[in-house]
């Protein structure tokens, strides 16, 4: 079965970190973009941050600038999203979506474009 699978999220308190990660099985991901997204509730889905195939480039939304750092490790798989400084206003659902297209990854188009997209994590950030 082709699918992305989110980890890592949970709850945490103001100032803390979690390490989010997005497995492909059923596909490699050498050969895909990578975007984060979020959704929190009553909100639109948003972009996040974005990885290119070969770890190249990488984008960031203004919000988490500083804070958060996207990685990936094509030996496993995996894409990983490290969130430091986390505040309340970063709750939401993560996911995490993958495609050949950079320019759709890199502008963070729309969500239902992307070739594979995961079911999303639970980040709540609380004290």
């Known amino acids: 079965q082709l699918q992305l699978v989110e980890s890592g999220g949970g709850l945490v308190q103001p100032g803390g970190s979690l390490r989010l990660s997005c497995a492909a099985s059923?596909?490699?991901?050498?050969?895909?973009?990578i975007g984060w997204f979020r959704q929190a509730p009553g909100k639109e889905r948003e972009g996040v941050s974005c990885?290119?195939?070969?770890?190249?480039?990488?984008h960031y939304a203004d919000s988490v600038k500083g804070r958060f750092t996207i990685s990936r490790d094509n030996a496993k798989n995996t894409v990983y999203l490290q969130m430091n400084s986390l505040k309340p206003e970063d709750t939401a659902i993560y996911y995490c979506?993958?495609?050949?297209?950079?320019?759709?990854?890199?502008?963070?188009?729309?969500?239902?474009?992307?070739?594979?997209r995961g079911q999303g994590t639970q980040v709540t950030v609380s004290s």
């Open positions: 990885i290119s195939s070969k770890a190249t480039s990488t």
């Open positions: 979506a993958a495609d050949r297209e950079w320019g759709l990854c890199v502008l963070f188009g729309p969500w239902y474009e992307y070739k594979y």
């Open positions: 059923g596909f490699t991901l050498n050969d895909y973009c």
